[in-house]
């Protein structure tokens, strides 16, 4: 199975570091696990989009976008499921 890179937008990074320490480590090691299986169990495809994926992690949510033809994860945006969809 191929490793593929993991990139994260501007925005997702900022709502990254507005998280406190535990949540950011659970979230981060959901991140760098999407590098060896981007569509892991419990992934969901989002309506409305051609590639656009959410992974469950506790209460929050990362959304991500996957290009398989460059081996590349690009995280979108995450936050508590409450706002993450907004």
Avoid: N
């Avoid at 949540?23 to 989002?46: F, N, Y």
């Avoid at 959304?63 to 409450?82: A, C, D, E, M, W």
């Amino acid at each position: 199975m191929a490793i593929y890179e993991i990139e994260i937008s501007r925005s997702a990074e900022r709502q990254l570091r507005r998280l406190d320490r535990a949540a950011q480590e659970r979230v981060g090691a959901a991140i760098r696990a999407l590098a060896r299986d981007p569509r892991p169990r419990g992934s969901r495809k989002l309506q409305g989009y051609e590639d656009v994926f959410r992974v469950r992690v506790g209460s929050y949510r990362v959304l991500y976008s996957i290009s398989g033809s460059t081996l590349i994860i690009v995280i979108l945006k995450l936050g508590h499921r409450k706002e993450v969809y907004r």
